[in-house]
């Protein structure tokens, strides 16, 4: 029964970052006068729903994999005052985005939630050393880090991240020490293997600071902005071959990821549900074909040249990109539900 509830968790979690993703697109769209189709959440065969007066219809779908708003003239030039493909550029512009900025708000006010929440708030100045540390040959105690790798630093979880993914080989760092700025060259730490991968590890610990309403807006935008460049940094690492293809997961792998978070308590399902709740809204605004970004492209193009790609060549290149993001889904899918059962891939 346990399981069971855990898993129900994880799959509202997700229908809710769905949801709130389609709400973006759906409120902004009434704002702007567009005539709404159909609001789904899921994909596939009609479960139950309603149509409203408006003539919308609202579905709940089969598989919990995704949702959409159709909305009139979204992929053809349908004429009349209610029409997307009406509206003027920055209109569109604002329809399109909105579903990836609600995500990327809903991880701020996690992330916001995590903070507020901490029994502590660590700063980016050496405190100690850990028993044996490599790093204690460059640093000091009183150090500030203001950079790792040439990425600037402001708290604990900055510092932490940026060893971690780029501290598996020496690297640089630029710290404040007394009043001068120094640079450390070619910092070694010691490093740790996860699922496959080398990262390197903080031998250090870090002084905690005040809670204060500075600290907290401090650490929650930076601490959302060190989010987003981990997310950038895996879509690097997996494009460069440091990261493989196992290590992507679909909607069965995000679940079984929520459910086991679920189970370890709170504070680690709110943190993951943050990180994809970003992760959501960042990926889907990256210009490709049939994500919101490869839209928003062809709508920066109709703001800056003053006419529109016609609809057909629109289509057909957001198509294409459908088919390969659904075979892409389906062999992750499947790769998920191998490991679910121990299985290869």
Known sequence: MTVVL????????????????ELGHFLTARACGVKIDEFSIGMGPRLCGWTDKRGTAYNLRAFPIGGFVSMKGEDEDAGGDDSFSTRRPWQKFIIVAAGGVMNILLAFLLMLGIVLSADRLGSNVVAEFNDGATSSAWLKAGDRILSVDGTRTYTSYDVSYEIMH?????????????????????????????????????????????????????????????TVKMIWDSLMDLIFGRVGVEAVSGPVGVTVALGDAAKSGGGTFVYLLCVLSMNLGVVNLLPLPALDGGRLIFILFEMIFRRKVPAKYEAAVHFAGIVLLLGLMVLVTFKDIAQLFGGGF
């Open 6 to 21: 855990y898993i129900c968790i994880a799959i509202f979690a997700f229908g809710l970052m769905i949801l709130l993703h």
């Open 166 to 226: 780029s501290g598996y080989q020496p690297i640089d760092l630029v710290v404040e020490r007394g009043d001068e700025k120094i640079t450390l060259r070619d910092v070694v730490f010691p490093t740790q293997v996860s699922s496959g991968m080398l990262f390197g590890r903080q031998d250090f610990k870090i002084f905690a600071e005040a809670k204060t309403l500075g600290s907290v807006i401090t650490h929650t935008v930076t601490r959302s902005l060190s």
